[in-house]
Each structure stands twice: as structure tokens, then as C-alpha cells.
């Protein structure tokens, strides 16, 4: 860990490695699989584009996601949990449960917002609300490029 020294306990330990609110929420948008920065971005709105790549930095350091860097242009960049990210998912039950016991759940609030619940949610898992899942709409082609011409032209 890179953060200040702390006293040896593990819980202050690991409070520490989570930092605040966005790793949870971004552990939990990677449970479902690898993402892209804009995916991201758009699942953790309204978290600005600096500090979601502060914390992807920090969790890389912490070895708690891999970032996976395709190249090309425009850049491809995905990110996915490690084996010890992955360890978080039993924290993310947990306070799940408690926001539920807690009467703070407001899925039917993110449903109305986003347009869907979060991979995360008991309701996503429910099958009988996919029926209510919004259809999924198939981009349209891209538009097809010219071949690359290296001929040279002389006027």
C-alpha cells in the first residue's frame, strides 16, 4: 500500500485500500465482467471523468483491477477485477443487505434514472423482471472506410 502508515489493524487496513465510495461502486460495475472507461463513466454518473481515473490508477496499484491497454486508435482500454478484487464481492453482499435492512434501497429510483438496475441488484437477478429489462437496441453498422491508397498522384 502506498497510503499513510497505519496502526496494523485490519479493518483500518482494508477501509484504507477501499478509499471511498467509487471503488465499491466500481468493484461492483466490474462484478459483471470487464468494462470500458466510458462504460464506466456513464454506469458511475455523475463521477467526473478525473476522479474515475484516479481511482482506477489507485485500485491498479492496490492490484485490486488489471487494466488491459488494446492500442489502436481510438485507444481500447478495458478493466477487470483480479483474484483479490474479486474479494470485495463478498463486502458488496454484505452492504447490500444492510441497505436493504436499512430501508435505503432505491432501485426502482436508479431504474427510472439509468433505465436498468445496477449488475449488482437483487432485482436483476430476479427473472421475472426481465420482462421489464428496456430492449436492447442494435447500434447501427459503421459506415464503411475506403481501402488505403499509397499510390502517388503526379500533376
Not at 14 to 23: M, N, P, R, S, V
Not at 54 to 79: F, S, T
Amino acid at each position: 500500500m502506498r497510503r499513510r502508515k497505519i496502526d496494523g489493524c485490519p479493518i483500518a487496513a482494508a477501509l484504507q485500500l477501499i478509499g471511498d465510495k467509487w471503488t465499491m461502486l466500481v468493484v461492483r460495475d466490474l462484478c459483471a465482467g470487464p468494462k470500458r472507461t466510458t462504460e464506466l463513466l456513464e454506469d458511475l454518473h455523475p463521477i467526473s471523468s478525473r476522479t474515475l481515473m484516479g481511482r482506477l490508477r489507485e485500485m491498479e496499484q492496490d492490484e485490486l483491477i488489471l487494466r488491459n491497454n488494446y492500442g489502436g486508435l481510438p485507444r481500447r482500454v478495458e478493466y477487470e477485477l483480479t483474484e483479490r478484487g474479486r474479494r470485495l464481492i463478498p463486502l458488496l453482499d454484505a452492504l447490500m443487505k444492510t441497505g436493504q435492512a436499512l430501508d435505503c434501497n432505491q432501485c426502482e429510483d436508479r431504474r427510472e434514472s439509468a433505465g436498468y438496475y445496477c449488475d449488482f441488484c437483487p432485482h436483476s437477478r430476479d427473472r421475472t423482471m426481465i420482462d421489464d429489462a428496456p430492449q436492447q437496441v442494435e447500434p447501427p453498422p459503421a459506415p464503411m472506410r475506403r481501402p488505403k491508397d499509397d499510390s502517388i498522384v503526379l500533376l
